[in-house]
């Protein structure tokens, strides 16, 4: 009764630790694998534990690792990138005994891939949005000052000083705006309200309010909907911030005498919105994150 119960508990550990999704190697005191299960084989991209010398790279590294924890008595670490392109981070633990002998080491392993591209994408954007909050910045900084100073002399040259300043301070208060909306999204805080809508309307709305900023950069911008466009399920308010945000990009990215467009397509049943130029164009090495 003893063995079967003994038996039983070592058949419900086995399954536990194969079903996790994280890898798990186990060697006891003389280095000996007692244990692996199928997401450590996986995230080491074997197809089997190969016994006796021979072994494969990252599995005789592994057992390296395991090694040095037993002799050292420490926690050890390390980060691999496998060809299949994942990253894979794997931490060993020595095993002690309650009387605080070494008797064995286990190597825990988990895919950080996407961790690891989101932090990326963290400091990606906190970089973009540092420079973009710059350029407001100095330009209030360089009307404010002559202002302090009373280098500012006529009411006209006053008022455009006014003027410039409460532009930037819109674009500012539109950046922490982006900002605010980041973070609620990233909470599942944001909630976003769909609706029956025209988008030829919401298309050419967006691009009035560029219009200005495209003839002062003399480039043609044009709406060119599908002329069968049916009524469609969103929320304007979003789309036209994404349009307006895309077509800030485009223009800044197009000389003069280029175009943009803001166009809308009918594909089967549903509707492709988007904008196109005429411009430089996005660095291929910036596409995987748009």
């Known amino acids: 009764a003893v063995i079967a119960r003994l038996s039983d508990e070592k058949g419900r550990l086995q399954q536990i630790l194969s079903s996790l999704g994280e890898g798990?190697?186990?060697?006891?005191?003389?280095?000996?694998?007692?244990?692996?299960?199928?997401?450590?084989?996986?995230?080491?991209?074997?197809?089997?534990w190969l016994p006796g010398g021979g072994a494969p790279p990252r599995q005789a590294q592994m057992l390296e690792m395991l090694g040095r924890a037993m002799a050292d008595g420490a926690r050890a670490q390390t980060t691999w990138h496998g060809a299949l392109g994942r990253s894979i981070a794997a931490t060993v633990y020595p095993v002690?005994?309650?009387?605080?002998?070494?008797?064995?080491?286990?190597?825990?392993?988990?895919?950080?891939?996407?961790?690891?591209?989101?932090?990326?994408?963290?400091?990606?954007?906190?970089?973009?949005?540092?420079?973009?909050?710059?350029?407001?910045?100095?330009?209030?900084?360089?009307?404010?000052?002559?202002?302090?100073?009373?280098?500012?002399?006529?009411?006209?040259?006053?008022?455009?000083?006014?003027r410039v300043i409460y532009q930037e301070t819109l674009r500012l208060q539109k950046l922490i705006g982006e900002m605010l909306d980041m973070s609620r999204l990233q909470d599942g805080r944001q909630v976003v309200e769909l609706e029956p809508m025209e988008l030829p309307g919401v298309m050419e709305g967006a691009a009035r309010r560029m219009r200005d900023r495209a003839l002062a950069a003399e480039v043609n911008l044009a709406v060119l909907p599908d002329g069968d466009l049916p009524p469609v399920m969103g929320n304007e308010d979003r789309i036209m911030q994404v349009l307006i945000i895309l077509l800030d990009n485009a223009l800044?990215?197009?000389?003069?005498g280029g175009s943009v467009d803001v166009y809308a397509r009918r594909r089967g049943d549903v509707v492709a919105l988007g904008v196109r130029d005429s411009g430089v164009g996005i660095d291929p090495k910036d596409l995987p994150h748009i």
């Open 96 to 162: 002690t005994s309650a009387e605080g002998e070494t008797i064995g080491a286990v190597a825990l392993m988990r895919d950080v891939s996407e961790a690891e591209r989101m932090e990326q994408l963290r400091r990606d954007y906190v970089a973009n949005i540092s420079h973009e909050l710059r350029t407001p910045l100095t330009g209030i900084r360089g009307m404010v000052e002559p202002l302090m100073d009373g280098y500012i002399d006529t009411e006209a040259e006053k008022a455009e000083c006014y």
């Open 252 to 256: 800044g990215f197009t000389p003069a």
């Open 24 to 48: 798990i190697v186990a060697v006891d005191r003389d280095g000996s694998v007692v244990h692996h299960n199928a997401t450590a084989l996986e995230l080491m991209e074997l197809d089997q």
